[in-house]
């Protein structure tokens, strides 16, 4: 899938990170709840993510009602709390001199400040490298609108949701890959752990290294539930920047999320370390 209709898309909702966005306070979770969902669709008649998204919605959200907008409604609205938003931005870090930029799926709540990042952020969703013309992230779109929710009531369900800030919180739910199957995309894996056979010196429980067209079919009519590697890499566009690396189930749930910086010696895709961290159990 060709990635020009996110192009006008991102300059409207670009955003470079200072630092992190307020984590939502007890009452403003409460206030998500009782809130109505304001679905920021992109300009243009024909946009493939307005499609994509209106599906993944219709079919998945059922946390708050919901309704699309257009970015004109959205300037209207964004500081009123009776509303949340799930809004797809181009996300930059400050001080990163290569200045790579992300494409990432934002679930927040309107509040009365003067920049979109200031916002309160329930989750914040890493998509693809923005310069990458043929992102895989459409057929997660569904698994992720379930896990967004998911990640919301967990929220309200705990005294202390702060650790919930970063998704690395769910890193806990590491010792429960081994009981699911480990479908890996080979285009996603470096070439130290590039097939089963090499995975399976460092990781003992059931594991099938397809193609990444292979994987996407499995995800969209999954055989029976697994877990798979959801990467977002530069694809060769870039030789810096984040590559993120995420085990997700066919039920919508985080088993393992993490990232590494780019480099000779941490090329773009799972890690043998990786690995080693997932075989210990």
């Not at 939502?24 to 024909?46: A, C, D, H, R, Y």
């Not at 029976?224 to 993120?244: C, D, H, M, Q, W």
Request: proline residues 7%; aromatic residues 14%; contains cysteine.
């Amino acid at each position: 899938m060709k990635k020009t209709f996110l192009l006008i898309y991102v300059l409207l909702f670009s955003v470079i990170v200072s630092a992190q966005a307020p984590f939502p306070t007890p009452g403003q979770i409460e206030k998500f709840m009782n809130s109505k969902t304001l679905v920021v669709l992109e300009e243009g008649m024909f946009s493939t993510f307005n499609a994509l998204i209106k599906k993944a919605m219709e079919q998945n959200w059922t946390i708050t009602p919901y309704e699309f907008i257009d970015y004109d409604t959205f300037k209207e609205k964004k500081s009123d709390a009776a509303y949340s938003f799930i809004i797809l931005t181009e996300t930059g870090f400050e001080n990163d001199k290569a200045n790579i930029h992300y494409d990432f799926l934002n679930l927040l709540l309107g509040d009365n400040v003067n920049n979109m990042s200031k916002m309160p952020e329930f989750c914040s969703f890493p998509l693809n490298y923005t310069k990458v013309e043929d992102p895989c992230y459409p057929v997660m779109l569904p698994l992720i609108l379930k896990f967004m929710q998911e990640h919301v009531k967990l929220m309200s369900s705990l005294s202390n949701p702060k650790p919930l800030r970063n998704l690395r919180y769910y890193n806990k739910n590491i010792p429960h890959v081994r009981n699911y199957p480990l479908w890996l995309a080979r285009e996603d894996l470096t070439k130290e752990v590039d097939s089963e056979k090499k995975i399976e010196q460092l990781y003992k429980h059931p594991v099938k290294v397809v193609s990444r067209d292979e994987l996407v079919e499995a995800i969209a009519n999954p055989p029976e539930p697994f877990i798979f590697l959801f990467k977002v890499g530069p694809e060769g566009t870039a030789k810096s920047g984040r590559v993120y690396k995420i085990l997700m189930g066919t039920n919508g749930k985080i088993y393992f999320f993490d990232f590494h910086l780019l480099s000779a010696k941490r090329p773009d895709g799972m890690l043998l370390s990786d690995f080693k961290r997932l075989g210990k159990y």
